[in-house]
């Protein structure tokens, strides 16, 4: 099964229609929070599913994100693999003070032969090294391909961004608020910044069982750019009624200046009560 930077145990990189509405009456179920009213649209104003969709979606074993999301060439099959991405810990002596103390992220390099050698500096680190077999690029990253002798059929995909498409010196690979980096591709426009957040959700915390994307999108703002991920995370045993779980709805924004640099900031739209005992989700 192939995974991701998030479900690696090691920390890894491990991505408008405005309705007015009134708002209807709040469930028993419900907690009094704010956040937890009954909302149709987004922090951004993007119209959301339908309640029933959204439990749908939330209990759902898949898909985990909408149609047109961007899709890592790596991830969802049946290969035995692993992708992650070299970062500045990476590199580091793991026995040393800096490595303990560093903030993690993901380094970037137009420079293959730089790129290359961080990703043997991050393979001699480990405590079962591994070969590599296969070197790629694409416009986005340098990617280097390992097998282990003691795993056959095994694959490890290293990575190192290109700065000339996305920068995260800086920042924190494991914060979902705050810089996010820099995109050095241009012209700036919302396709960019839609492949950057996608990408980014990818490697994330949040791509795992818990969260669905229930939609991405896009838009101008201001002189810049806003990606909205409108996100619904399911917390078995969490309502605030025996036997109910809850799921949260939030917006993860990823907002783009006109010099291209990236802030996240995560926001709550709202939250309600549902089970699933009888087979089909159902509000509590």
Not at 49 to 60: Q, V
Not at 174 to 196: F, M, S, W, Y
Not at 236 to 248: F, Q, S
Request: charged share 20%.
């Amino acid at each position: 099964m192939l995974q991701s930077d998030s479900a690696r145990q090691r920390p890894r990189h491990r991505h408008p229609l405005v309705v007015a509405v009134s708002l209807a009456l709040v469930v028993a179920c419900q907690s009094d929070s704010d956040t937890s009213r009954p909302s149709t649209t987004s922090s951004a104003g993007l119209v959301l599913p339908p309640d029933d969709e959204i439990l749908t979606k939330a209990y759902a074993a898949g898909p985990r994100t909408p149609a047109d999301f961007y899709a890592d060439p790596r991830l969802g099959g049946d290969t035995a693999a692993s992708v992650h991405h070299v970062d500045s810990v990476d590199v580091l002596d793991p026995t040393s003070t800096a490595a303990v103390s560093a903030t993690r992220y993901e380094l970037c390099s137009d420079d293959v032969a730089e790129a290359l050698a961080w990703s043997q500096l991050d393979q001699a680190h480990r405590h079962t090294p591994a070969n590599l077999v296969e070197t790629a690029e694409t416009e986005h990253y340098f990617e280097f391909t390992y097998v282990r002798d003691d795993l056959p059929g095994w694959l490890g995909h290293a990575r190192v961004l290109r700065c000339a498409w996305l920068d995260r010196s800086g920042t924190d690979a494991d914060a979902v608020d705050g810089p996010a980096g820099r995109i050095n591709q241009r012209p700036l426009n919302g396709r960019l910044l839609k492949t950057a957040g996608e990408y980014l959700w990818t490697f994330s915390r949040f791509n795992n069982q818990p969260h669905v994307v229930l939609a991405s999108a896009a838009a101008a703002d201001g002189a810049g750019w806003r990606l909205t991920l409108t996100l619904a995370t399911l917390t078995p045993g969490a309502g605030t009624e025996a036997g109910c779980d809850r799921i949260d709805v939030r917006d993860w924004e990823l907002a783009m200046d006109s010099g291209g640099a990236l802030v996240w900031a995560l926001r709550p739209v709202k939250s309600m009560d549902a089970r699933s005992g009888s087979g089909t989700p159902e509000r509590c």
